[in-house]
């Protein structure tokens, strides 16, 4: 199931900076990118699948594992592209893609002969109408919520949002071709296998176009911030560390990768601020200088 790649490359095209940005939208990319991992996992690059499903019963449990994993993985980074582009939830569309989950599962326990373990469990038994249900409500879920992201952007296809929806829009055509292979294998195989075979090379044209427009994307909001306190959030974190403002050595860092930029300087401020006042002294007028700098600079943005 290649598409835990797009929900993984994706989402981590955000997660480069959310450590030290912490928004709402990349909170939702960590939990895309904690499923995406998994579903990655469960594929076999990292241990052998065979092993892996060997664990579960060698019956292609993993096939399903990496269904719902994918699923969930693009169901968050919805979420995510939902509060970057600040739209509301529509709560029916929003749990919708879910309630494929239970069917997926039903379906699947339905297949016959689902042993041995084999990466093209699909393939081999697409001949029974419970794969067809299975492999079906997957990627029927995966195109709702894809053309529901699409929607969401419709008044915003300009610049990096139109990148973005273009490469979603090839995303889609590469699932339908998928869902068209299903629909068509029980009345004509071959012509089922050769509009199949375009669902991986259309997917990773549209998950290299779409993966560099959320990367755009993301850059173009976060930027500014990054350029407006980054400098500021070091340079007190490190001063916490230099003069041993807290007990622990371990909470100025934990404070620059925990909170949002501001919040970290802001903490920061009151850290040192406090450390002054129990050691009854000032920092040199240099330090100071500086501190008020930053201090006029936060009362200016709120």
Same mark, same amino acid.
């Given at each position: 199931?290649?598409?835990?790649?797009? +929900? *993984? %490359?994706?989402?981590?095209?955000?997660?480069?900076?959310?450590?030290?940005v912490k928004v709402a939208e990349s909170r939702a990319s960590w939990v895309a990118s904690m499923f995406g991992l998994a579903a990655l996992y469960v594929l076999g690059t990292v241990t052998p699948l065979e092993d892996?499903?060997?664990?579960?019963?060698?019956?292609?449990?993993?096939?399903?594992?990496?269904?719902i994993f994918a699923l969930l993985a693009i169901f968050f980074f919805n979420d995510s592209v939902?509060?970057?582009?600040?739209?509301?939830?529509?709560?029916?569309?929003?749990y919708a893609p879910l309630l494929s989950i239970p069917i997926m599962i039903v379906s699947f326990a339905l297949i016959e002969g689902k042993a041995p373990t084999a990466a093209g469990f699909i393939?081999?038994?697409?001949?029974?109408?419970?794969?067809?249900?299975?492999?079906?409500?997957?990627?029927? +879920? *995966? %195109?709702?919520?894809v053309l529901r992201?699409?929607?969401?952007?419709?008044?915003k296809a300009k610049g990096p949002y139109a990148t973005f929806s273009a490469g979603l829009m090839v995303v889609v055509v590469a699932v339908s071709?998928?869902?068209t292979y299903v629909v068509l294998f029980h009345f004509s195989p071959w012509v089922a296998r050769a509009i199949g075979t375009w669902?991986?090379?259309?997917?990773?044209?549209?998950?290299?176009v779409t993966a560099a427009g959320w990367l755009i994307l993301f850059l173009s909001k976060q930027l500014p911030r990054l350029r407006l306190w980054m400098i500021d959030a070091l340079w007190l974190t490190a001063l916490r560390m230099r003069v041993n403002a807290d007990r622990s050595r371990v909470s100025p860092a934990w404070d620059l990768f925990n909170e949002t930029l501001e919040n970290g300087v802001y903490k920061s401020l009151i850290v040192l601020h406090n450390y002054e006042r129990?050691?009854?002294?000032?920092?040199p007028e240099s330090v100071q200088g500086r501190i008020s700098h930053i201090e006029a600079k936060l009362d200016t943005q709120t």
């Open positions: 199931m290649k598409l835990l790649l797009f +929900a *993984l %490359l994706s989402a981590l095209c955000l997660l480069r900076i959310p450590s030290v892996i499903d060997r664990c579960l019963g060698g019956v292609n449990v993993t096939n399903l594992l990496q269904a939902r509060r970057l582009a600040n739209v509301p939830i529509v709560r029916w569309t929003y393939d081999t038994h697409m001949d029974q109408l419970a794969t067809a249900v299975y492999s079906g409500t997957y990627m029927l +879920a *995966l %195109l709702f919520t992201i699409i929607y969401m952007l419709r008044h071709c998928h869902i669902f991986d090379r259309l997917f990773y044209v549209g998950l290299s129990v050691n009854l002294m000032d920092f």
